[in-house]
């Protein structure tokens, strides 16, 4: 796990406005913070909401940083800082964090689902459903091995229920070389029992959406969108930041590993 320090842009006291990724040259991934800010703006650029982030580089350029600003902040016309409830889904749920992922015994969306319908107002039921579920059919579509129940939140303002912005996301898909890595691509959720990004189909994948008591219609318009536009975003975005290695490599392991390969 990769440290998480925090800055307060904003403020030189008091609450913290934004959190540091950091990415250091030694690490065995030393361009994650670069992955994680495109995979961010792929989901984008597919209408997922998502966390504001800007990059920042050390003077020495031995550590770089994602800067991810905290989406559970509200500022007044004085320019004080609100904090907003937020629990992650390993806290709504009660369950460890080191139960974070499914193959450990965490969450899968059947869980969530059940959340959704015994804690959310009826009112708000459908639109954190389908915003998890958008999360949920990305984070496939894309290659994302670490999308585990805390990396999902909800966040609370006064009466209203929200999924929050998307704030940790980062695809297999940009460095994964199958040549040199042993280890099998594997989704932290589970999809309708299925534990590999391979063998996933477009049909599991609504299956899950039902659980989350959305309608086969809401789930399918949802699964066509993503998958249909998920190879362009990530290539796409890996280009802007100037990463063709990395739009390369998206485009490979999409196509060998992804649902989104069987978009029509």
Request: hydrophobic share 35%.
């Amino acid at each position: 796990m990769r440290p998480s320090l925090r800055c307060s842009p904003r403020q030189s006291r008091s609450t913290a406005t934004g959190g540091l990724k950091p990415s250091s040259t030694d690490q065995p991934l030393p361009d994650m913070d670069i992955a994680e800010a495109i995979t961010l703006e792929a989901a984008r650029r597919l209408g997922l909401r998502v966390a504001s982030t800007s990059s920042w580089q050390a003077s020495d350029a031995g550590l770089s940083a994602l800067v991810v600003e905290r989406y559970d902040r509200r500022y007044d016309d004085a320019g004080s800082v609100r904090r907003l409830h937020q629990e992650d889904l390993t806290q709504a749920l009660s369950v460890p964090p080191e139960k974070k992922y499914q193959d450990q015994g965490g969450p899968g969306v059947g869980k969530v689902g059940e959340l959704i319908r015994q804690r959310i107002p009826t009112r708000d039921q459908h639109r954190v459903g389908l915003a998890f579920f958008e999360g949920f059919v990305f984070n496939i579509a894309t290659l994302g091995t670490d999308a585990h129940a805390k990396n999902y939140s909800l966040l609370l303002d006064q009466d209203r229920v929200e999924l929050a912005p998307l704030y940790d996301l980062v695809s297999a898909a940009l460095y994964y070389d199958e040549k040199k890595d042993s280890r099998m691509l594997r989704p932290s959720m589970w999809v309708d029992g299925e534990r590999t990004f391979e063998r996933t189909t477009p049909e599991n994948l609504a299956r899950e959406g039902i659980r989350l008591g959305l309608t086969r219609d809401d789930a399918d318009a949802a699964i066509s969108r993503i998958l249909a536009g998920a190879s362009a975003a990530l290539t796409g975005a890996a280009a802007s930041a100037g990463r063709d290695d990395m739009a390369d490599a998206a485009e490979r392991n999409l196509e060998r590993f992804s649902p989104a390969r069987f978009a029509t």
